[in-house]
């Protein structure tokens, strides 16, 4: 597909079909995914993959606990907490692959000053956001499905006990994986001229 059509037609896919991917994709993914622009080229990310049920169960458990807690210091209703709890567990468990995306602040530059270092890790934040919208389009070029979603952001400490990743690795977004049992929902996209300017 050309870039431009891809870029189009990706959309998350949040169900798959129970069809294995082949780790060689997996590799072709993550090689796009570090072909993404990064400042410095630094290249700050970093990714840990999951195809094993029992991992991707305690990633799920774990991660549900810690949104339990969360949740019901915020006071929401048990049932509320529990629809939420279940339905992000159901969409851990059930995907074929699981990619970590993390952040390595390690190379990063290091100022005197807070301001410019705050500056450097959203530069690093960027980057990685950058990887991972490359490895969703070659997700999609390859027939595949993704879905990025953000609930490591809320518990690195947890998601890096349970993988057992190194004490630089910050977990920025997880990325579910599979061939598509559907299209995934429609979405509009606000006209660019109205959010644009030109000078
Ligand atoms: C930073 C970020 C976090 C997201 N987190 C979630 C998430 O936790 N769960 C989810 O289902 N989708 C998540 N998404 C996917 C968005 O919901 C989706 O991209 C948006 O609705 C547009 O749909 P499309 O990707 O099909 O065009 C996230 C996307 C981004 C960029």
Known sequence: MNALNLIRTRRSIRGYADQPVLPDLIDQLLEAATWA?????????????????????????????????????????AEAIERDVNRSRERIISAPVIIVACLSPIDLDHYP????N?????????????????????????GLG?????????????????????????????????YPANVGKSRSRVDFREITVWR
């Open 113 to 116: 000053d807070e301001r410019r």
């Open 37 to 77: 622009p990064s400042s410095h080229n630094r290249q700050p990310w970093r990714f840990a993959v999951i195809t094993t049920q029992d991992a991707k169960d305690q990633l799920a458990d774990r991660m549900g606990e810690r949104l339990w807690s969360d949740r019901a210091r915020d006071g929401d209703p």
């Open 146 to 178: 993704a879905c990025w979603m953000c609930a490591p952001l809320f518990c690195p400490d947890v998601v890096r006990q349970v993988l057992h990743l190194p004490d630089d690795w910050e977990a920025q977004a997880l990325i579910t994986l599979g």
């Open 118 to 142: 705050s500056l450097e890790r959203t530069m690093a934040v960027q980057s990685v956001g950058a990887s991972i919208q490359n490895l969703l389009l070659a997700a999609h070029e390859l």
